[in-house]
């Protein structure tokens, strides 16, 4: 462990309470010019912390910032985020440095975060605004070792781990909205983007992106926004720390992820239908070419929503926008 990182496990041993340089300097067996540079450092990190000539150092705010030693504390995963974590100030989108790693041999587990990104992407060529740095912009490497037809359902998967960490956090009425929409209250709260890489029949690597709103005020929305998009801090009033936030969603990924490795993809469905808002609704679902209006039935193992429309054709799924009616 360096040097920074023991002097901000005494600061928050002694949160809100004095330490003096000298008890830090025998304790850690460093200089007191080492820990004062060090101090420095975890300011510049966003830590505020008070120093006073007499009475040493006080930690009275943890950073803002979603930064790895915050991330890699207590979390209680085997593989997401505990080797390798990617962290940007700015970057134009976690999911295409995520690409770009992955295609470099970057292993299964590694993440990406980021506090904005400047050309943030969304499903269809859809733009993803990521300006302000009180959310969540990740993104995962997957590498599972399974045919790339059975990669639909790991967007199905992450909508459930992201649905399961929020009503962990909040008594929220967690719904998801086929395939990739987190919503409380009818309004947005979180998206995923899927990337997949194949190479013939099987997958080469597949990126998760995740862009969950977390502590934005309605007033940081763009105006087309403000009615459909909402945040943790907008349903409850209340702001979170990013990086629990962010710990309790790799758990309940990896739990999922581990769900899916040994292909049981019936828990994840049935967990999918608990959650969502669309079965046994009546459905318009917008295609490329097509709009068909019905009934979902049902989803299937492929990932496909399974919709009845009024001559009684089923019609399977893979890709579009489903409106509420
Ligand atoms: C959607 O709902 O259309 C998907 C939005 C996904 C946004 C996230 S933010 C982190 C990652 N990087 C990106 O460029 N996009 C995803």
New binding site residues.
Partial sequence: MSTKDKILNSLKENLNNWISGEVLSNQLDVSRAAISKQINNLKKDGYTIESSTKKGYKLVKLSEFLLVNEIKENLKTNIFGQNNIFYYNNI?????Q?KLLASKGEPEGTIIV?EK?T??????G?S?I?TSSDN????LILRPKLSPADSPIITLMTAVAIAEALLELSDLDIKIKWP??ILINKK?I????TEISTDMDYIDYIIV????NVNSQISDFPDKLKEIATSLFVETKQSFSRSQVLKTFLYKFEKYYSLFKNKEFNKILSRWKELSNVMNKEVKVELFDKTIQGKVIDIDKKGALIVKDHENNIHDIFSGDVILL
């Fill in positions: 134009d989108s976690t999911n295409n995520a980021a990104q050309t943030g992407k969304g499903r269809k859809r993803w990521s969540i912009y990740i993104s990739n929409d947005k979180a998206g995923i983007l992106g995740l862009g969950l």
